[in-house]
Each structure stands twice: as C-alpha cells, then as structure tokens.
C-alpha cells in the first residue's frame, strides 16, 4: 500500500467511499474529493437532503427486489472525516492532478449527487463515477445513472464532458463507453420521469 499516495473520491456514496476510513487506518494517503464532499462522508450516509429519485421504474423495482435480498442494505458507511492534508476541490480544476504527476484536470459533473467530479486525462480518457453508467443498459437507463438527484444538472454536466476533450468515458459501473452515447441520449428524462427514491 505504500504505493498508493491519493485516493479520488468521485462523490461520497457508500459504494464509492465506503471502504475509505478503513485504507486510512493502513495508509497516510491523501483524499482528493468535491469541497462539498466534506460534510456529507462525514455523516456516514447517502445524501438524502436534496430530493432526486430512481431514473425510472424498471431501476425502482430492480432496487427494491435487490433490497430483499440483501436487507442490511441501507446506504450508509462509515463516517469519514476529511483532513487538513486532504484536497477539496472547488469547481473545475486544472492545477491540482499536474502538481502531483497526473496529466489531467478535474471536471465538477453533479447531477447524480452535488459532490460528483470526475477525472480528465489529457489522452481524452475520463473516468466519471456514477455521472454516467452503461450498466444495467437492459434496464432502459441510457447511460443515466440509476439514481439522479437532478436530471437537468446531469445533462448540464454531459454536456461539459462531451464539449471537454474526452473521448472514451469510463464509468464505475459499466464498460467503457463513447463519448457519442451521451450526444445520443441526452434529453432522453427529466425530472418528472424520476421515480421517487425518499
């Protein structure tokens, strides 16, 4: 682990920083996460304050049936408290991967939740958390996330990517995917087709 010097936090949700506070407790690494990041992994749960739903009903029922089977899925992690030494970023950035060897900028793309950056690597690769996904697409997501907080801000965030120099995106869910599967879906929700999670 000694080899591993930042961690990037694309957005605060349990399956994204859940495992966190435990590589801490073996490692001095530094966190590299949105400045809005701070308060919400320090209250150990999926932000649940700013409304959002499931992007459809195929993903509520799915979400649902998934619950039944693993019930002690509640959308909660252990808390983390961010450090001095951590990074937050504020906005988009382009400072901050270059200082520390890494050919890229970081984009803020919220939508699925307000904390949600992503990584642009100068070769047009980006690796976009949960900003977009192609998994589960038989479910009629088209590349939206399963959850979205606000699909407006979303589509507003797909179109800085697409505008960016990235080509291939890369999800946390999902292969590898176009950068022309978002020109193609955009518009295809809004808000009123969300399915109410809360």
Known sequence: MDDINYLFL????????GFAKK??????IKI?????????LKKGENDKSRGGGYINKRMYYLSKLYKLFNPDWDLTFPPLE???NDILIDGDNDKVLRDIGIEGK????????????SLLLDNGIIFCG????????WAGIKYCPIFVTNVDILYDSWQKIIKSS?????????????????????????????????
């Open 82 to 84: 961010l450090e001095k």
């Open 32 to 40: 590299i996460a949105d400045h809005h990041a701070g308060e919400l």
């Open 23 to 28: 590589l801490l407790a073996y490692t001095d």
């Open 166 to 198: 990235a080509k291939k995106i890369y999800p946390s869910h999902g292969k590898p995917f176009n950068i022309e599967k978002l020109r193609k879906n955009i518009g295809e929700y809004n808000n009123n087709s969300l399915v109410e999670f809360f």
């Open 106 to 117: 970081i984009l803020y793309t919220p939508g699925h939740t307000i904390d949600s950056i």
């Open 130 to 137: 949960d900003a977009a996904m192609s998994w589960p697409l």
């Open 10 to 17: 694309t957005h605060h949700h349990d399956d994204h920083s």
